[in-house]
Nanobody
Framework: QVQPVESGGGLVQAGGSLRLSCGNL????????MAWFRQAPGKSRELVAS???????DYADSVKGRFTISRDSAKHTVSLQMNSLKPEDTAVYYC???????WGQGTQVTVSS
C-alpha cells in the first residue's frame, strides 16, 4: 500500500503564503475523497479542506477564502494553497486519501507573528 508523502511546509511570516503538495498516491482516479487535516500542539486533528473525485471542495470555516485545495489527475497529486496565513494556522498538516484509506506522515507549517 502506498503512503502519501507531503511536501512544502516551512516557516512563514503572518500574511504570507505556502503551498503544500501530496504525492505518492498511486493513481488518484480511484481516490474518491482526498483531504488535508492539521493538528496543532495539544489539539485534536481537524479537517481543513477536502475534495471529492468529482472536484467538489469543502473547507473549515477558519480557512474559507484563504486556502484552496486542488487535485492534479495528470501528476496524481493533491495540493493545498494557503494564503494570508495566521499564527493560528501553525500545525502539522497531513494528507489523507480514501479508497484505500491512507495517511501521510505530515509536514510542519509554522506561522510567525
Amino acid at each position: 500500500q502506498v503512503q502519501p508523502v507531503e511536501s512544502g511546509g516551512g516557516l512563514v511570516q503572518a500574511g504570507g503564503s505556502l503551498r503544500l503538495s501530496c504525492g505518492n498516491l498511486g493513481s488518484i482516479s480511484s481516490r474518491n475523497f482526498m483531504a488535508w487535516f492539521r493538528q496543532a500542539p495539544g489539539k485534536s486533528r481537524e479537517l481543513v479542506a477536502s475534495i471529492t473525485g468529482g472536484g467538489v471542495t469543502d473547507y473549515a470555516d477558519s480557512v474559507k477564502g484563504r486556502f484552496t485545495i486542488s487535485r492534479d489527475s495528470a501528476k496524481h497529486t493533491v495540493s493545498l494553497q494557503m494564503n494570508s496565513l495566521k499564527p493560528e494556522d501553525t500545525a502539522v498538516y497531513y494528507c489523507y486519501a480514501a479508497n484505500p484509506s491512507s495517511w501521510g506522515q505530515g509536514t510542519q507549517v509554522t506561522v510567525s507573528s
